[in-house]
């Protein structure tokens, strides 16, 4: 049998996890989550029915988790988890089907526990954490950092360091530099985007103290999940009468298409005086197939499916066509079309954003556009061409490099895990 890790590094991210740990003399070494997986959804699914065991209640992880929704089983599909950290949901209960309740940071704490276990059982950890948890917010952006410790140690880590994302993607980079630069990191996930500016380079790849090479660091909480969400209630959610007027020239309430669309609050939904609210708010509607299809939703709770879709088409129209999307699980023969067009519109103001937070990291370094030697673009978000092409855009001179979109981070807090953890 071989013996438990010592150390490992995890990436918890908004959408996607990974997990490294040292792997003998070849160094550090992805873990499979799931079968031929080196990545695993950031999503858990609680059973209505089924008795809890020593780990806790009747629970799916990842895939799995994300099947069992799908396949229409009772109970409560969880994603976006790392949203709530910094926010007062963490210490509340919700309703996780069957009569049961979870507290946010179990939900939270749960989910790390089942790395800790794929990961053998370590005590030591290097964590990712985004440059912001919380915009602008120091004391919240603290907070989150806290809690996630917490839920860290309440699962068996008992030494816990941070490092972020960005600068962890960075040091994935610096394994194939050859000479000295000066990288932009754009780590764009699914709930941050965050940038560094490191100086990397073959001879100081050893060091463990490399302050003085991360020349600044900067981000913003608009990312992957904003996109779906834009997305769904630009292209889908009109079929549903968001902002649409009735017969007395009144528009339709938003409060339920802005909750649909977020991953988080598409539960609050479900609430049952809520639902008969809106079944009595037909005559709000001009076109009764809108609130027809949006009690669909409502009554056979299929908000998170429907942003399923509207991720899917974002993929879709990533690479800059057009596509469409097949809603006949909600009503027969109902395909909308969702063209490029509508995805930019709908994205602009969120990608000139980010933009401009990468080129405010640059003016925080203290440096000019043109004296970025390479972006070093990571993070499941940055296979929206419309955003890396935009940002490649402000630095013509720059080399333009993509790494591992799902596991550059994992990798990069495994080397610096490693260097920490690895003479001790």
């Given at each position: 049998m071989n013996a438990a890790p010592a150390f490992c590094a995890i990436d918890f991210g908004t959408s996607n996890s990974a997990v490294a740990v040292p792997d003998g003399a070849r160094g550090m070494r992805l873990v499979d989550l799931e079968p031929g997986q080196r990545t695993m959804p950031t999503a858990v699914f609680y059973f209505s029915e089924g008795a809890h065991d020593a780990d806790g209640p009747p629970r799916a992880f990842g895939r799995a988790a994300v099947k069992a929704y799908i396949e229409g089983h009772e109970g409560r599909l969880m994603r976006s988890m790392k949203s709530i950290l910094g926010s007062p949901l963490i210490d509340q209960t919700t309703d996780v089907g069957g009569?049961?309740?979870?507290?946010?940071?179990?939900?939270?704490?749960?989910?790390?526990?089942?790395?800790?276990?794929?990961?053998?059982?370590?005590?030591?950890?290097?964590?990712?954490?985004?440059?912001?948890?919380?915009?602008?917010?120091?004391?919240?952006?603290?907070?989150a950092q806290a809690q996630l410790e917490a839920c860290a140690r309440a699962v068996g880590f008992t030494d816990v360091h941070f490092q972020y994302e960005p600068i962890a993607a960075a040091f994935d980079f610096e394994q194939q530099a050859t000479q000295e630069q000066i990288v932009l990191v754009a780590d764009i996930g699914g709930g941050t985007s965050d940038f560094s500016i490191v100086?990397?380079?073959?001879?100081?790849?050893?060091?463990?103290?490399?302050?003085?090479?991360?020349?600044?660091?900067?981000?913003?909480h608009i990312a992957g999940t904003d996109f779906d969400r834009h997305i769904e209630l630009a292209g889908l959610l009109q079929a549903f009468g968001?902002?649409?007027?009735?017969?007395?020239?009144?528009?339709?309430?938003?409060?339920?298409?802005?909750?649909?669309?977020?991953?988080?609050?598409?539960?609050?939904?479900?609430?049952?005086?809520?639902?008969?609210?809106?079944?009595?708010?037909?005559?709000?509607?001009?076109?009764?197939?809108?609130?027809?299809?949006?009690?669909?939703?409502?009554?056979?709770?299929?908000?998170?499916?429907?942003?399923?879709?509207?991720?899917?088409?974002?993929?879709?129209?990533?690479?800059?066509?057009?596509?469409?999307?097949?809603?006949?699980?909600?009503?027969?023969?109902?395909?909308?079309?969702?063209?490029?067009?509508?995805?930019?519109?709908?994205?602009?103001?969120?990608?000139?954003?980010?933009?401009?937070?990468?080129?405010?990291?640059?003016?925080?370094?203290?440096?000019?556009?043109?004296?970025?030697?390479?972006?070093?673009?990571?993070?499941?978000?940055?296979?929206?061409?419309?955003?890396?092409?935009?940002?490649?855009?402000?630095?013509?001179?720059?080399?333009?490099?993509?790494?591992?979109?799902f596991a550059s981070v994992a990798t990069g807090l495994g080397l610096h895990a490693q260097r920490l953890f690895g003479t001790a």
């Amino acid at each position: 049998m071989n013996a438990a890790p010592a150390f490992c590094a995890i990436d918890f991210g908004t959408s996607n996890s990974a997990v490294a740990v040292p792997d003998g003399a070849r160094g550090m070494r992805l873990v499979d989550l799931e079968p031929g997986q080196r990545t695993m959804p950031t999503a858990v699914f609680y059973f209505s029915e089924g008795a809890h065991d020593a780990d806790g209640p009747p629970r799916a992880f990842g895939r799995a988790a994300v099947k069992a929704y799908i396949e229409g089983h009772e109970g409560r599909l969880m994603r976006s988890m790392k949203s709530i950290l910094g926010s007062p949901l963490i210490d509340q209960t919700t309703d996780v089907g069957g009569g049961r309740g979870a507290k946010y940071s179990d939900i939270v704490a749960g989910y790390l526990k089942r790395l800790r276990r794929l990961a053998g059982e370590p005590t030591r950890v290097v964590l990712g954490r985004p440059v912001f948890f919380v915009d602008g917010e120091p004391a919240r952006d603290a907070t989150a950092q806290a809690q996630l410790e917490a839920c860290a140690r309440a699962v068996g880590f008992t030494d816990v360091h941070f490092q972020y994302e960005p600068i962890a993607a960075a040091f994935d980079f610096e394994q194939q530099a050859t000479q000295e630069q000066i990288v932009l990191v754009a780590d764009i996930g699914g709930g941050t985007s965050d940038f560094s500016i490191v100086r990397v380079g073959p001879e100081r790849m050893q060091r463990l103290a490399r302050r003085d090479d991360i020349l600044a660091s900067h981000g913003i909480h608009i990312a992957g999940t904003d996109f779906d969400r834009h997305i769904e209630l630009a292209g889908l959610l009109q079929a549903f009468g968001y902002r649409s007027t009735g017969p007395s020239g009144r528009e339709v309430p938003s409060g339920i298409y802005f909750d649909l669309s977020t991953w988080h609050l598409i539960n609050t939904c479900y609430a049952p005086l809520r639902v008969a609210e809106w079944r009595g708010m037909k005559s709000w509607f001009g076109d009764v197939r809108h609130h027809a299809r949006l009690m669909t939703v409502l009554e056979e709770r299929l908000g998170h499916e429907l942003a399923a879709r509207a991720e899917g088409a974002k993929i879709d129209i990533s690479g800059g066509a057009d596509t469409t999307v097949d809603l006949g699980h909600i009503e027969r023969g109902l395909v909308l079309p969702l063209s490029e067009k509508t995805a930019v519109d709908a994205l602009r103001a969120d990608l000139d954003r980010i933009i401009s937070t990468a080129h405010e990291t640059v003016a925080q370094a203290g440096l000019r556009a043109e004296q970025i030697d390479a972006l070093y673009f990571t993070g499941g978000s940055t296979g929206l061409r419309l955003l890396v092409d935009g940002m490649a855009a402000g630095f013509p001179q720059a080399r333009r490099v993509t790494g591992d979109r799902f596991a550059s981070v994992a990798t990069g807090l495994g080397l610096h895990a490693q260097r920490l953890f690895g003479t001790a």
